[in-house]
């Protein structure tokens, strides 16, 4: 059974870059698709994105200027990256595989703070 | 986008009681390949999101039969036939149909 385990830092501070990892346990990245949602505090879920292997990709397009996705097969990771962030990117983030019909990770939350 | 809505918002419920959940979309969930991507999630704080229920009515591994999915094109329904206390949390209904996807506001189940 697939478990997955998001990782970073739960500081970032505004106009940074917010990177973080989802480490694949139970599966290889070799496969599915995966993403990235958020929940920032009191609010709602969003859908952050999807990238498959090979690179293939599609972001929101509500976030899409700001976000980067990869996939280590090295490692079987895959990654997020936000840049430019601010306090309306506070959230916790959850790491999935598949994007149709998503698997969730635990999640973890970041927070955006000077 | 999509926009997702659910009612109720807030469900006190009673232990062993049915409960139930209805989501609906602006447009139809129906995909290209004939299916319809309608899932179901159940969040509890300091848990893993899980998956009840994929494809409208197919429920996930492990997920009690008092669980059940139904409808088609924007309606739908998550039905509880007796709920536990481990039943507690926000229940939320995602389509994975129409690019970018998108959620529900999200019911909050809790006991009376």
């Known amino acids: 059974q697939v478990q997955l385990q998001e990782s970073g830092p739960g500081l970032v501070k505004p106009s940074e870059t917010l990177s973080l990892t989802c480490t694949v346990s139970g599966g290889s990245v070799n496969s599915y698709y995966w993403s990235w949602i958020r929940q920032p505090p009191g609010k709602g879920l969003e859908w952050i994105g999807y990238m498959f292997y090979t690179g293939k990709s599609d972001y929101n397009p509500s976030l899409e200027s700001r976000v980067t996705m990869s996939v280590d097969t090295s490692k079987n990771q895959f990654s997020l990256k936000l840049s430019s962030v601010t306090s309306a990117d506070t959230a916790v983030y959850y790491c999935?595989?598949?994007?149709?019909?998503?698997?969730w990770g635990r999640g973890t939350l970041v927070t955006v703070s000077s | 986008d999509v926009v997702m809505t659910q009612s109720p918002l807030s469900l006190p419920v009673t232990l062993g009681q049915p409960a139930s959940i209805s989501c609906s979309s602006s447009r139809s969930l129906v995909y290209s390949d004939g299916n319809t991507y309608l899932n179901w999630f159940h969040l509890r704080p300091g848990q893993s999101p899980r998956r009840l229920i994929y494809k409208v009515s197919n429920r996930d591994s492990g997920v009690p039969d008092r669980f059940s999915g139904s409808g088609s094109g924007t309606d739908f329904t998550l039905k509880i036939s007796r709920v536990e206390a481990e039943d507690v949390g926000v229940y939320y209904c995602m389509q994975g149909t129409h690019w970018p996807l998108t959620f529900g506001p999200g019911t909050k189940v809790e006991i009376k």
């Open positions: 999935a595989r598949g994007a149709r019909e998503p698997i």
